[in-house]
């Protein structure tokens, strides 16, 4: 979910508020937790979706990974390309075309249609977000900014927590014979309203001039992504091949030809030579790769353990995963009044917390084939309250070191490697857990896999020593914010 910052930085506020600004407000809203609850809710329904449909365990990973590959690599362009031919339009191609994907994705009779339909759901979600923001910016005047950030976060909050039991529970209602379908089949409504409405009270927003694509970049980014992300989930179902190998060397070079085309290019690049500069940006993008793939695999692997490894039920799954999301929201929250004071701190501890609420989880689960639900509490509470810690303040800290004019562009390119992290950590953590399933207990496989995280966990930690020591505060029009675990 990109966050207000990302294109906060364009327009100034409106001396006038608009008139339908809070019916505004709600349209975007509508559009965010539609958009959470559908990324949420897959995380629990695939193993009934592969059940159903059939596919292997890297189907249960694509279901995801194609997803979040295809949000990041649009997510950038798409923002641009809404000053170019303005946000009222491409926030409503994207709502219309979200909510076709979404019934298409209900009706796919097997995992490979569903995988596509779910790229064509991150290509609209990317076109999609990013207009809802700085529509907001648009509409509200500078005064009533606050207000608004502040209603936007507890909601979305609230969304993120009760996402897998509301999955749970529409897969194991089974209405009408739907089962799995349902959680695709709710989007149907909720994006039809809001599309409604939007048609009547969006402004309509003026494109920019001289703005242009760098559709190079795109091509070689998603290019790349693709190559590192392709071999991990398919590589153990194929025995590991050579060209799992090759893929992934032509992966990084292509990373590397991304890095340098950027670094030359003149005009609108994905990402400002600038940034590309900027060692404390750097940094952090580096930072949010590696704990954003291991959060973003972790979310995954559980879901997978409760079903795969423990035959849970999806709505008993989705009430396992209750307290790491409620832990994440309450220190996410809490995290506002701390992160002025503390500062990168701040992070640090979040790190440490997740690593300490990981290293207990696996200490509870290993050795047993038949794990009690109440012994994933404690690490998976306290691994919550760790990646709340850092999901809070993470992108307001690392935005400390840029200058005002690029924190719209560095933002979104912060969002967008969240994102690439979560389909390299879907790809990597999880090809790691079904590896474990396959020859030891289940409990073993969660506790490996778990502690095989904590590696980038280290990582960041060494890496948030680089950071700007404090944030900018809570101030709206600069304050970053990462996605939710489990968005996209």
Known sequence: MPTPAETASAEAAPATPYAARWLVFGVVLCAEVMDLLDSTVVNVA??????????????????????TLTFAVLLITSA?????????????????????????????????VLIACRVVQGGFGAVLIPQ???????????EEMPKVFGLFGPIVGVAAVAGPILAGGLVDLNLLGTGWRLVFLINLPVGIAALALALRVLPRTVAAAGTRLD????????????????????????????????????????LGAFVAYESRRRGAPLIERSLMRNR??????????????????LLLVLSLFC?????????????????????MVAAMLGSFALVERFGRSLIQVGIVVTALGLGLLAAMVAG???????????G?????????????????????????LEIGSASGVLNATQQLAFALGIAGVATLFFAELGRRPSGDALAITALATLAPLAIALVLAFRLPPKGHGPSPDVSGGASLPGER
């Open 380 to 404: 998976t509470v306290l691994a919550g309250a760790g990646i709340g810690l850092v999901f809070g303040q993470l992108f307001d800290v690392i935005l400390t070191g840029v200058p005002g």
């Open 280 to 297: 404390a940006f750097t940094s952090g993008l580096a930072l949010a790769l590696a704990f954003f793939a291991s959060v973003g695999g």
């Open 307 to 327: 079903q795969v490894g423990e035959g849970f039920s999806a709505a008993r799954t989705g009430l396992t995963l209750t307290p790491l999301s409620a832990g």
């Open 46 to 67: 695939g193993p009934s979706i592969r059940a159903d449909l059939g596919g292997g365990a890297s189907t249960l990973q694509w279901l995801g990974a194609s997803y």
């Open 80 to 112: 641009r390309l809404g000053d170019i031919v303005g946000r009222r339009r491409l926030f409503l191609i994207g709502a219309a075309g979200f909510t076709a994907a979404s019934a298409l994705c209900a009706l796919a009779p097997g995992p490979g």
């Open 132 to 142: 809802g923001f700085g529509m907001l910016n648009e509409v509200f005047s500078e």
């Open 215 to 254: 559709v190079p970049g795109t091509l070689l980014v998603g290019a790349a992504a693709f190559a590192l992300v392709y071999p991990l989930i398919q590589g153990r179902e194929a025995g590991w091949p050579a060209w799992c190998f090759v893929l992934l060397g032509v992966g990084a070079v292509l």
């Open 368 to 378: 047993k084939s038949d794990v009690p639900v109440w012994t994933l509490v404690p």
